[in-house]
T-cell receptor, first 116, second 112 residues
Framework: DTEVTQTPKHLVMGMTNKKSLKCEQH?????MYWYKQKAKKPPELMFV???????INESVPSRFSPECPNSSLLNLHLHALQPEDSALYLC???????????????FGPGTRLTVL | GQNIDQPTEMTATEGAIVQINCTYQ??????LFWYQQHAGEAPTFLSY????GLEEKGRFSSFLSRSKGYSYLLLKELQMKDSASYLC?????????????FGPGTRLSVLP
């Protein structure tokens, strides 16, 4: 099983709303990632969690707040977003942080976010 | 930091062979990945190279030359379903720890 699930598939929110994106994997992976992808652009890394601790924060605005409640779950809390934050948000997981050479990231289907 | 370059678009004919190139500059190289992404879908893993040489996986092969900062993805016996974006991604290390950066992607169109 190499499945990473994400909910919701689509989300439309206003600039004053608070919402959360959820990601789940049951592969026993210890590293989880959030990416943002704009149309016709590659995914851009936002956050990395390793063993439920934030490992990498790629200078993401504070209106995005990640949370890792346990090793299988990863959330992204959204608050006071801007229209330019509209994008596909992808979650990924890997066995570990890639310190071993064969770690591969497996991606979820993404959440298509529209900010009005 | 990292700098990764790929051709923006390529076109090929069904049944043909196509080679998609990726050049990169990075510190602390620790692997190069190829992903396929269909429009509106998540990237799916295709191949991984960390040592020089060719890795073959069915219709797909990937090559790496670390000294040249160069990789390619070779797709044989092209099918219509191979029309997608192909992303090269490089894992490396910098002063802040590990990083994982995608190239701009190559949009491949397979024509009948």
């Amino acid at each position: 099983d190499t499945e990473v699930t994400q909910t919701p598939k689509h989300l439309v929110m206003g600039m004053t709303n608070k919402k959360s994106l959820k990601c789940e994997q049951h592969m026993g992976h210890r590293a989880m990632y959030w990416y943002k992808q704009k149309a016709k652009k590659p995914p851009e890394l936002m956050f990395v969690y390793s063993y439920e601790k934030l490992s990498i924060n790629e200078s993401v605005p504070s209106r995005f707040s990640p949370e890792c409640p346990n090793s299988s779950l990863l959330n992204l809390h959204l608050h006071a977003l801007q229209p330019e934050d509209s994008a596909l948000y992808l979650c990924a997981s890997s066995q570990d942080l890639g310190l071993k050479s064969t770690d591969t990231q497996y991606f979820g289907p993404g959440t298509r976010l529209t900010v009005l | 930091g990292q700098n990764i370059d790929q051709p923006t678009e390529m076109t090929a004919t069904e049944g043909a062979i196509v080679q998609i190139n990726c050049t990169y500059q990075t510190s602390g190289f620790n692997g190069l990945f190829w992903y396929q992404q269909h429009a509106g879908e998540a990237p799916t893993f295709l191949s991984y190279n960390v040592l020089d040489g060719l890795e073959e996986k069915g219709r797909f092969s990937s090559f790496l030359s670390r000294s040249k900062g160069y990789s390619y993805l070779l797709l044989k016996e092209l099918q219509m379903k191979d029309s997608a974006s192909y992303l090269c991604a490089v894992r490396g290390f910098d002063n802040y720890g590990q990083n994982f950066v995608f190239g701009p992607g190559t949009r491949l169109s397979v024509l009948p």
